[in-house]
């Protein structure tokens, strides 16, 4: 999850180094492309944060269930982030814990803790469209949004929620494994924070929605979203991601992220 | 420290549990700036209804039984802890299966290259499913579960290098535990019953060895693998025949000194993972080698329905043939693994063992299913379709058992 955080990040932060060109020959693609490398090049430089998240599940019912879980990441020079993920409720998966390495090319490497067995699992990342703990979000959701793992177009200006935003396609280089055909993103054109996006499934149909709100600025850099609804259409349920307790700067080193760390996590 | 309950140790001073409770005091009460004290676990109520009648006398058609795990944590400043894990299962027939245990009681300090662990602890080596071939440091609580995967804890000073060419562990094991085995009543069990009462060795520091074992281990791209030498006790047992006292025929397990070079791999690619698990044991009678491997491939998000669809294939040999111990001479293992990724977290897994030697034939299921966010339920099935009286499972043929198990988690 530090993952889709990063891959606000990423978005949240292209100022306006376009305008000067923008009248000349600059193709939708490049366009987009250059938007992405802006928002990614805003967020970098955190090194590492933690924070608390709740995942709130909606079946089509309406009957919820609640997941509490922490996040640790860091920051990897020239390839994707390192994060631990803790789960502390519901109380039969307490002190599980998930690594992931997110590679800018090619599948991410992640292991999974299962405290009962004191196992550590290697587990395939292959198939990006599998739920994350039975959410709405997929691996990929959740996954650090590294610039290469996309080509982009953009569509249009368009104001959402009263801000001025760029309107951009996100085509998955990986297209084979991937759960989307695109993803369309608002972007707003101030701070290149992702405000929402729309997902396309295999065959072309919306499938979700997700909405950012609640964003925080931290570091006077760094921007947060306090809350991800994600709302899939096909099967009316939903997930809400809350987060809290944001710290970042940590002093967290690589050695915070491999296997032994991961058996400890707690 | 798996002592039967039976036996008083409860108020025993010297019993691990008054041990345990001492240490928790004592941790419980140490004024520590950080207040990161933990108190979490699970209790348990079981009930296992058996198809079929016995086999052999005094057994019964079921059981009931009920286990508590409470798990008491600590966390000083700089990376100090310590964890403590009792374990108490009281069974309605089998006074064997009524068994106290210490899971872990363990002291840990973690730093960036190095983690000292000193205590009872617990560490699971391998990467196969159906079987466990090469984990060895801690032995198996048999009574709890035929599936081996419940352990008891091991006294132990543990010593983690961390480095950027891999992890080497260090362990010292003071103290030896000895297997567990159902008692006369219990189902599951060999016609002619363990007794655990009276163990041999063949070294003769007995239940006081110091066995040792050094592990390398690392995860290069897209492999993740281990490789190890033990030097000590067996954790599986040789049997003798003896007339107890009261004149009945007991098995009596004996413990060899033993060697052995374990190696377990494992490797992503795709979809797919692939296992190996391989060991060379010496000093129990012939020297001998014993391998497992398979793969496992997954079918993430069904059609667009949510659902994970594992499948696991395995192959598991010893070259030991017929005096093999394990049962697992020449199998073949296949089992399918099912994630429904829904709010309840229900999941199944189901899988048969068919040993490619003879005709036995084994089923498993085991499923669960969360009920609110601190209660659980599972179900466990197992089913011998077939065998014959040279199999290891012959006297298992009437135990075919669905279980019931509710968990209360806090």
């Known amino acids: 999850m530090k993952q889709f955080i990063n891959a606000l990040l990423l978005f949240l932060i292209m100022p306006l180094l376009l305008p000067q060109n923008a009248a000349s020959a600059e193709t939708p693609e490049e366009k987009g492309l250059a938007i992405a490398m802006e928002a990614d090049r805003q967020d970098n430089g955190f090194n590492d944060y933690t924070s608390d998240m709740l995942m709130i599940l909606k079946n089509k019912h309406g009957k919820e269930s609640n997941r509490k879980i922490r996040i640790n990441a860091l920051e990897v020079e020239n390839d994707g982030d390192k994060s631990l993920t803790i789960f502390d409720n519901p109380r039969d998966v307490k002190g599980t814990a998930f690594l992931n390495y997110t590679h800018k090319i090619g599948d991410d490497d992640q292991w999974l803790y299962m405290p009962a067995l004191k196992r550590v699992k290697r587990i395939s990342s292959r198939n990006k469209s599998g739920s994350f703990m039975g959410s709405e979000f997929s691996y990929e959701d959740i996954s650090s949004q590294e610039v290469e793992k996309y080509t982009y177009q953009w569509i249009r200006d368009e104001e959402y929620e009263g801000q001025q935003c760029f309107v951009v396609n996100f085509y998955p280089v990986d297209k084979k494994n991937s759960g989307y055909t695109r993803q369309l993103n608002w972007i707003d054109k101030k701070e290149y924070r992702p405000l929402k996006t729309e997902f396309f499934d295999k065959k072309k149909s919306h499938l979700k929605t997700l909405t950012f709100s609640g964003y925080r ?50 | 420290m798996s ?56 057994q019964q058609r079921s059981a009931a039984s009920f286990a508590a795990q409470p798990e008491f944590y600590h966390e000083w400043e700089n990376g100090f802890s310590i964890l403590a894990t009792p374990f108490l299962r009281i069974d309605s027939v089998d006074a064997e299966r009524s068994h106290f245990d210490i899971r872990e009681l363990i002291f840990q300090s973690a730093h960036d290259t190095w983690e000292l662990r000193i205590g009872i602890g617990k560490v699971f080596w391998g990467v196969t499913e159906f079987v466990h071939l090469v984990d060895i440091i801690n032995q198996t609580d048999l009574i709890e579960h035929i599936d ?211 005709t036995a034939t084994t089923f498993s299921l085991e499923a669960s299913r969360r009920l609110s966010s601190h209660w659980k339920i599972s179900i466990n099935a197992f089913f011998v379709f077939k065998s014959s009286d040279s199999d290891i499972i012959y006297d298992l043929r009437n135990d075919d058992y669905f279980q019931i198990e509710l968990f209360y988690y806090f």
């Open chain 2, 3 to 58: 002592i039967p309950i039976n036996r008083s140790a409860i108020t025993s001073a010297k019993s691990p549990i008054g041990i345990l409770l001492l240490i928790l005091f004592l941790f419980a009460a140490y004024p520590s700036r950080v207040p990161a004290f933990e108190l979490t676990g699970h209790l348990a109520a079981e009930e296992k209804l058996f198809f079929n009648d016995p086999l052999f006398s005094r």
């Open chain 2, 148 to 358: 081996g995967e419940e352990k008891l804890g091991q006294p132990m000073a543990h010593l983690s290098v961390v480095q950027n060419w891999g992890v080497v562990d260090l362990f010292v094991l003071p103290f030896f535990r000895e297997r567990t085995f159902p008692g006369r009543r219990g189902r599951l069990r060999s016609r002619i019953v363990v007794d655990t009462d009276h163990v041999k060795y063949e070294s003769g520091a007995k239940q006081h060895p110091i066995d040792l074992a050094i592990r390398y281990s690392h995860t290069l791209g897209d492999w993740d693998f281990g490789i190890y030498h033990f030097a000590g006790t067996g954790r599986e047992p040789g049997f003798d025949l003896k007339i107890n006292s009261q004149g009945r025929l007991r098995l009596t397990p004996y413990y060899e000194q033993i060697r052995q070079t374990g190696l377990d791999v494992q490797s992503v690619y795709g979809n797919w993972l692939y296992k190996l698990e391989a060991l060379y044991r010496t000093g129990q009678d012939d020297s001998f080698f014993a391998c497992v491997g398979g793969f496992e491939y997954t079918f993430v998000n069904m059609a667009s329905s949510g659902l994970d669809l594992g499948l696991i294939g395995e192959w598991a040999y010893d070259e030991r043939n017929n005096k093999c111990t394990t049962g697992f001479d020449n199998d073949v293992m296949a089992g399918a693994r099912l994630a429904f990724n829904d709010l309840a977290s229900t999941e199944a897994l189901a899988g048969i063992i068919q040993d490619m030697n003879s």
């Open chain 1, 217 to 266: 600025i931290y570091l006077d850099k760094y921007w947060r979203a306090d809350k991800l609804h994600m709302i899939n259409h096909q099967n009316g349920k939903s997930t809400i991601l809350e987060f809290s307790s944001y710290k970042f700067r940590t002093g967290l080193k690589a050695t915070d992220f491999n296997k032994n760390s991961l058996k400890r996590a707690r």
